[in-house]
């Protein structure tokens, strides 16, 4: 069975540019979520899909992020514009609830604004 | 407000040197509480899920712990490849997503 899987794997962007940031999760998983890890600080919840809809998005940062899940299949996550505060790593994990519940992570994005 | 901490944020120990990672938790409605390995430039990779006080699992060299207010993490005679950051996160009753610890970063030396 395939992992969560995450592009790219690095980014470098200077401030004011846009990123995208994609997630394809796990098949068959409704639950989507994407969090955040900036420098020396815990990974942080930024939002979840369920299916297509955005049912918690209580850790967006501001309206500067916008998340979208196509279909219910995979996820975008853009930036725009970019500041250096943004700069971290991403994760998007998925779940099933029939399965546990248990977030599985992707590897990750790692985002540099400059 | 929901707090998980995570002691100590560092550890080295010798090969064979069995110890314990602490995750002590302040919530309202726990509704579980999950234990994470995560190795340099991946994500974090699931070990074990803990639902109740009293609880116990089991995985090779570790075990988790739950009491009502904290998780324990026991590592026996741990080899170099048990090198790693440990993540402890909870999932409340209100919501689907995970609150993180800090982390403990375990270093094992041969």
């Known amino acids: 069975e395939a992992g969560v899987t995450q592009f790219p794997s690095h980014s470098v962007i200077e401030k004011g540019q846009t990123v995208t940031l994609r997630c394809d999760p796990i098949?068959?998983?409704?639950?989507l979520y994407w969090y955040r890890r900036v420098m020396g600080k815990e990974i942080k919840f930024l939002l979840h899909?369920?299916?297509?809809?955005?049912?918690?998005e209580s850790g967006m940062p501001n309206n500067r992020f916008l998340a979208e899940r196509t279909g219910g299949t995979y996820s975008t996550l853009k930036v725009q514009p970019a500041e250096l505060e943004d700069s971290g790593v991403y994760f998007c994990?998925?779940?099933?609830?029939?399965?546990?519940?248990?977030?599985?992570f992707g590897q990750g994005t790692r985002l540099t604004v400059v | 407000e929901d707090q998980v901490t995570q002691s100590p944020e560092a550890l080295r120990l010798q090969e064979g040197e069995s110890s314990s990672l602490n995750c002590s938790y302040t919530?309202?409605?726990?509704?579980?509480l999950f234990w994470y390995r995560q190795d340099p430039g991946k994500g974090p990779e699931f070990l074990f899920t803990?639902?109740?006080a009293g609880e116990e699992k089991e995985k090779e060299r570790l075990k988790a712990t739950l009491t009502k207010k904290e998780s324990f993490l026991h590592i026996t005679a741990p080899k170099p490849e048990d090198s790693a950051t440990y993540l402890c996160?909870?999932?409340?009753?209100?919501?689907?997503?995970?609150?993180f610890g800090g982390g403990t970063r375990l270093m094992v030396k041969p």
């Open positions: 098949s068959g998983h409704d639950n």
């Open positions: 919530v309202s409605g726990l509704r579980g």
């Open positions: 803990l639902y109740s």
């Open positions: 996160a909870v999932r409340l009753n209100a919501g689907n997503m995970l609150t």
């Open positions: 899909f369920v299916k297509e809809s955005k049912q918690d």
């Open positions: 994990a998925s779940s099933q609830e029939s399965k546990g519940g248990v977030a599985f």
